[in-house]
C-alpha cells in the first residue's frame, strides 16, 4: 500500500515554469513504477511522464510529445519523492496533475496506460495564463 500527496501546483503565465512533487508513503518506494498524468476540463486524463522501473533495478523515463523538451521527471529515492519540473509551459498545459504508481512486482510495463497504476494520488492544480 502507498499513499500519494501532490503539492507544487499553481497559476503562472505562459513561458513560465513549475516544480511538482509527489511524496509517496512507505520505505519501497524505488520499488514503484512512478507516472503523472493531467486531466484538463472536459478532456480525458492523459498520460505526461514516467519513470518505468523492472525488478532488475533498471529504469526508463518517457514523455508524452506534447511535454517533451519542456517536462523533465525525475525521483529522489531518499525522500520518497516524484517530481515533474516543468518550464516554457503553455496555456494548454493547464490541467489537474496526478501522480501514479505501481509496484514493479506487478507492472507490465505499459507506463502510458492509466490501468497500469494502482494508487492515485489526490492531484494538484496547474493553471498557464496566456
Request: aromatic share 14%; charged share 20%; with cysteine.
Amino acid at each position: 500500500q502507498v499513499e500519494l500527496v501532490e503539492s507544487g501546483g499553481a497559476m503562472v503565465q505562459a513561458g513560465g515554469s513549475l516544480r511538482l512533487s509527489c511524496a509517496a508513503s512507505g520505505r519501497t518506494f524505488s520499488r514503484y513504477a512512478m507516472g503523472w498524468f493531467r486531466q484538463a476540463p472536459g478532456k480525458e486524463r492523459e498520460f505526461v511522464a514516467a519513470i518505468s522501473r523492472s525488478i532488475w533495478s533498471s529504469s526508463s523515463t518517457y514523455y508524452a510529445d506534447s511535454v517533451k523538451g519542456r517536462f523533465t521527471c525525475s525521483t529522489d529515492n531518499a525522500k520518497n519523492t516524484l517530481y515533474l519540473e516543468m518550464n516554457s509551459l503553455k496555456p494548454e498545459d493547464t490541467a489537474v496533475y496526478y501522480c501514479a504508481a505501481r509496484s514493479i512486482t506487478h507492472y507490465s510495463g505499459n507506463y502510458y496506460a492509466i490501468s497500469e497504476y494502482d494508487y492515485w494520488g489526490q492531484g494538484t492544480q496547474v493553471t498557464v495564463s496566456s
